[in-house]
């Protein structure tokens, strides 16, 4: 089972937390937070346990995620504002503490060993997450699935040319990039001084399953496709536009990649090397904060899309009449407790 979150942090980063954070109580039945409520923040357990519950028909409630001492929810309305999902009631007498954004992100700018363990640490729950919601998704068959393109002994990044230059003004095009929005133009420099420009033509192999994660790509111009194998197909993951990046998790946690990534068009990427991405996300200086807080919105967007993949499987098997297949597939949604700004659906 994973390491409850407050165990998962050093003395100092959990002492960062709490003092950051506001004690709150729960005597049992009592509501944390609704669904349908905007999400302002997170939650941290310290004891009692409590149940995320969603309605079902015939007004009863099905509970999809239940939380213990030490574990956190709502973690995901610290990077970006959002829509609860699930109204999680106490099933005992609650203590805990309440984080709100804004407080988050003035402790995580702090330069402070503490403060990056603790940004950190929300990166691995969120990574966390999106890893078991993708290995519920691979478990269920989808229409969308189709013949794999994989090739037998393919090698990645082949058929990339490295010019020394990108062929458009690429200084003055990156502060549009989503990756790089809320940077400074000095930090952006600081982030693509390692960087090597490629171009990649269309259909080029960028990375296999199994294979190391030598580097963070940026896509500059162009798209790339990500698609999973399964059970002999594929299926799409994501299209990635300008100003998003794909392998960072693979860096940062020492993975093999668990997909494929091609080149969808004729595309320009920056290829940034994994160990000059580490420095830079595990260093302390005002960039590296905003390198974590961009990989946690990235992580973000990827939760965001694997909901809408959910979703669509859902309709899809409510088409067919498999009500019960289509119940199961929405709890797996309703068990992240967060959607993206709008109607949680």
Request: overall charge neutral.
């Given at each position: 089972?994973?390491?409850?979150?407050?165990?998962?942090?050093?003395?100092?980063?959990?002492?960062?937390?709490?003092?950051?954070?506001?004690?709150?109580?729960?005597?049992?039945?009592?509501?944390?937070?609704?669904?349908?409520?905007?999400?302002?923040?997170?939650?941290?357990?310290?004891?009692?346990?409590?149940?995320?519950?969603?309605?079902a028909p015939g007004g009863e409630c099905i509970v999809v995620a239940r939380l213990a001492g030490g574990d956190i929810f709502g973690e995901m309305a610290l990077v970006e504002a959002g829509t609860c999902t699930a109204t999680v009631v106490a099933t005992s007498h609650v203590d805990g503490w309440f984080l709100t954004f804004?407080?988050?992100?003035?402790?995580?700018?702090?330069?402070?060993?503490?403060?990056?363990?603790?940004?950190?640490?929300?990166?691995?729950?969120?990574?966390?997450?999106?890893?078991?919601?993708?290995?519920?998704?691979?478990?269920?068959?989808?229409?969308?699935?189709?013949?794999?393109?994989?090739?037998?002994g393919a090698v990645p990044l082949a058929d990339v040319a490295r010019p020394r230059r990108a062929p458009f003004d690429l200084a003055s095009f990156l502060p549009r990039l989503a990756f790089f929005e809320r940077f400074p133009p000095d930090e952006i420099d600081e982030v693509i001084a390692p960087a090597r420009v490629l171009?990649?033509?269309?259909?080029?192999?960028?990375?296999?399953?199994?294979?190391?994660?030598?580097?963070?790509?940026?896509?500059?111009?162009?798209?790339?496709?990500?698609?999973?194998?399964?059970?002999?197909?594929?299926?799409?993951?994501?299209?990635?536009?300008?100003?998003?990046?794909?392998?960072?998790?693979?860096?940062?946690?020492?993975?093999?990649?668990?997909?494929?990534?091609?080149?969808?068009?004729?595309?320009?990427?920056?290829?940034?090397?994994?160990?000059?991405?580490?420095?830079?996300?595990?260093?302390?200086?005002?960039?590296?904060?905003?390198?974590?807080?961009?990989?946690?919105?990235?992580?973000?967007?990827?939760?965001?899309?694997?909901?809408?993949?959910?979703?669509?499987?859902?309709?899809?098997?409510?088409?067919?009449?498999?009500?019960?297949?289509?119940?199961?597939?929405?709890?797996?949604?309703?068990?992240?407790?967060?959607?993206?700004?709008?109607?949680?659906?």
């Amino acid at each position: 089972m994973p390491q409850p979150f407050l165990e998962s942090l050093s003395p100092e980063a959990r002492g960062l937390l709490l003092a950051a954070a506001r004690p709150v109580s729960f005597v049992k039945g009592a509501t944390l937070v609704r669904h349908g409520d905007a999400a302002r923040g997170a939650f941290v357990l310290r004891e009692g346990g409590a149940e995320a519950r969603i309605p079902a028909p015939g007004g009863e409630c099905i509970v999809v995620a239940r939380l213990a001492g030490g574990d956190i929810f709502g973690e995901m309305a610290l990077v970006e504002a959002g829509t609860c999902t699930a109204t999680v009631v106490a099933t005992s007498h609650v203590d805990g503490w309440f984080l709100t954004f804004e407080d988050f992100r003035a402790v995580v700018s702090q330069r402070h060993p503490a403060a990056r363990e603790l940004q950190h640490g929300v990166t691995i729950v969120l990574a966390g997450r999106l890893r078991a919601l993708n290995e519920r998704l691979a478990a269920i068959a989808s229409p969308e699935d189709r013949p794999s393109r994989a090739r037998e002994g393919a090698v990645p990044l082949a058929d990339v040319a490295r010019p020394r230059r990108a062929p458009f003004d690429l200084a003055s095009f990156l502060p549009r990039l989503a990756f790089f929005e809320r940077f400074p133009p000095d930090e952006i420099d600081e982030v693509i001084a390692p960087a090597r420009v490629l171009e990649a033509p269309r259909g080029a192999l960028l990375h296999a399953p199994g294979g190391a994660a030598h580097a963070v790509l940026v896509v500059a111009r162009g798209a790339v496709e990500v698609v999973r194998p399964v059970d002999g197909m594929e299926r799409r993951v994501a299209v990635l536009g300008p100003g998003k990046p794909l392998g960072f998790m693979g860096v940062l946690l020492g993975s093999a990649h668990g997909t494929w990534a091609f080149a969808r068009e004729a595309s320009t990427l920056l290829e940034i090397p994994a160990d000059a991405f580490r420095a830079l996300y595990f260093g302390e200086s005002p960039a590296a904060s905003r390198v974590r807080s961009a990989v946690q919105r990235s992580l973000l967007e990827a939760l965001g899309r694997t909901n809408r993949a959910l979703t669509r499987l859902a309709a899809h098997a409510r088409l067919a009449s498999r009500d019960r297949e289509a119940a199961l597939i929405e709890e797996a949604g309703a068990a992240q407790l967060w959607a993206e700004g709008g109607a949680p659906g």
